[in-house]
């Protein structure tokens, strides 16, 4: 029995050795694996784009060959039928604004968190991690009622508002979990030159602290700039609406103008993606970061 | 510091008043507004438990509740064991590691509307990705979204679009690990295969705890993918609790009910979050 499963664990050893990490077989393998699922990302992206400067007809006939004649007439379509110039602007407002709130109010409130002593400290803190928890679907209904009668649905700051308080929660506990490992002297140090606590935020904590807060501006703009639940619910007027609003109508009004839902997707991507790119570290440390706290 | 108290109510104040009115407020005022049958304005009547005697006797937010979950399987299953066998992969590599890790992370970045949007080009009968495929392959085409497969069609998207996100938590945590085990482990003669389940994946159980939780709790606020793709249909076989929830809230006026079906999504993910974190505690090794 036992010479048994050592000759099974001894063949499965070879096995491996053989065909996996070790040998030049292996090695094939695992590129191979690794290239067909950066496909699935690539492929389909790229897909959209080549359709994006064909007309539809095009579309229809070839979708995998090169555009024959490549034309902008799909984003100029874009632009006028379906104004999405206008969408555009409206995303980056109402996520401009609520990235520049959250880290104005949430940065704040993290260095009081992170520096300060008092006795609600430790409640905040649990009342904070719970918030974690709370799903748009919990509060939507409450929020548009109180927009409703503040006057405010189908405005920018129906939107802003509500996506505000939404992010604080993971603004704070991030940017105060970055604080609280400064060391202690620094602040000492600040203090004995008359820095006072506004001063000793702006000039030491705020500059020290700047690799916390552009993680999380980048992950609030992203959850922002995508969120359609709320923007559906709250701002979904044409004059207001967001890119992601803009392109749920789309599907439904333009379904069967492929060139014109080309272009669209486009446009929504080509942005993030660009951003990605250049901010790409960040990014994946944020993912890590945001992940722990979770 | 002494006189520290104004300050401290300064920096606080604005934060927690923002995320006391339009968070803890609302989420509050939810779970009082399902007790009440109302469409929001005009008529609100106290009916005590009547949405829930409703929600347990209604067929399709049943069904919505079994697609949820049947979703959380595939999504765990799949996001976090794609990743993780990814994670493995580049971590075994030196070139081009970082040309993966680029190209599997981003499609995070794409908003749910854009994939949503993609997908049912995707899937599109006429002059779809996958058609097209079949008949340059000389297949006939294929109907994709029908009610046996719906579910199935937005469950792809979804696994697909966050695959990223776990494979960087898991990566991360992989390359954490410090290379005296693996030396270690490399005297006491264990290799390859066996170097991946007796040394790597016990020592980042802790990470892959969380991945699984995130997972589980994450598919509950699925709503982009499927409202764009499906709309929840055909015949609700793709309805989620999400998509359900505001067809009812905003849609049907009926936002009582809606406030029942959030409040449901809400008492469900915690659940889920609890007992995930209960049963993997055991496993917990650390280094």
């Known amino acids: ?294 | 510091m002494k006189g520290d108290k104004l300050y401290i109510f300064l920096f606080l104040a604005p934060a927690f008043a923002v995320t006391g009115v339009f968070l803890y407020y609302p989420f509050v005022e939810n779970i009082l507004q399902s007790f009440y049958k109302t469409d929001g304005f005009f008529n609100s009547t106290f009916v005590g438990l009547e949405n829930y005697v409703r929600l347990l006797n209604d067929e399709i937010a049943r069904g919505a509740l079994f697609n949820s979950l049947e979703l959380m399987l595939y999504v765990t299953i799949f996001q976090v064991g794609i990743a993780l066998i990814l994670a493995i992969m580049v971590n075994s590599i030196t070139k081009g590691a970082g040309f993966f890790r680029t190209t599997f992370f981003f499609p995070i970045v794409i908003s749910g509307a854009a994939i949503g949007l993609l997908f049912t080009l995707i899937y599109n009968y006429r002059n779809g990705l996958l058609n097209e495929m079949l008949v340059n392959l000389g297949f006939e085409r294929v109907l994709w979204l029908t009610e046996q497969s719906s579910l199935y069609m937005v469950a792809i998207p979804t696994i697909w679009n966050y695959v990223g996100f776990y494979f960087v938590i898991l990566l991360t945590a992989i390359q954490k690990i410090p290379n005296d085990f693996y030396e270690a482990a490399q005297l006491e003669g264990i290799t390859g295969m066996q170097k991946m389940f007796k040394l790597t994946i016990p020592l980042i159980v802790s990470d892959l705890k969380t991945c699984i939780v995130l997972a589980i709790t994450g598919t509950l606020k699925i709503f982009e993918l499927v409202y764009i793709i499906t709309k929840g249909g055909p015949a609700n076989s793709s309805e989620v609790l999400g998509t359900y929830m505001y067809q009812k809230a905003f849609q049907d006026s009926a936002m009582g009910y809606g406030a029942t079906l959030a409040v449901l999504i809400v008492v469900l993910g915690l659940t889920l979050a609890f007992v995930t974190n209960k049963l993997l505690q055991k496993d917990e090794v650390t280094y």
């Open chain 1, 1 to 294: 029995m036992y010479s048994h499963t050592e000759e099974r664990l001894t063949f499965w050893e070879k096995f491996q050795e053989r065909y996996f990490m070790n040998s030049k077989a292996g090695k094939i393998f695992v590129y191979v694996v690794l290239t067909l699922w950066s496909m699935t990302t690539i492929f389909p992206l790229a897909w959209v784009l080549l359709n994006s400067f064909k007309e539809s007809r095009e579309i229809i006939t070839g979708t995998f060959n090169v555009p024959s004649d490549p034309t902008m007439q799909n984003y100029i379509n874009a632009f006028e039928t379906v104004n999405i110039g206008k969408s555009y602007l409206n995303s980056f407002i109402i996520s401009g604004s609520v990235v520049l709130l959250v880290l104005f109010l949430g940065g704040l409130a993290a260095f009081a968190m992170a520096r300060m002593q008092f006795k609600l400290r430790g409640l905040l803190q649990a009342l904070l991690v719970a918030s974690l928890l709370i799903p748009a679907f919990a509060t939507i209904v409450p929020v548009y009622r109180m927009m409703i009668g503040m006057d405010l649905v189908n405005t920018y700051l129906a939107l802003i508002i509500p996506q505000t308080a939404g992010n604080l929660p993971f603004a704070i506990l991030v940017i105060s979990g970055y604080m609280a490992t400064i060391p202690k002297e620094l602040e000492e140090a600040a203090h004995m030159d008359g820095c006072g606590r506004f001063k000793m935020f702006t000039k030491v904590f705020l500059p020290i602290s700047l690799p916390s807060f552009s993680t999380v501006g980048i992950f609030v703009f992203l959850w922002s700039y995508n969120d359609l639940f709320s923007s559906l619910v709250l701002v979904s007027h044409e004059k207001v609406a967001p890119i992601v609003v803009l392109l749920s109508n789309v599907s439904s009004q333009y379904g069967t103008d492929y060139g014109l839902m080309t272009a669209a997707i486009a446009m929504t991507i080509i942005p993030v993606l660009i951003f990605y790119l250049f901010a790409q570290k960040t990014f994946e440390k944020g993912a890590t970061s945001g992940a722990v706290k979770g």
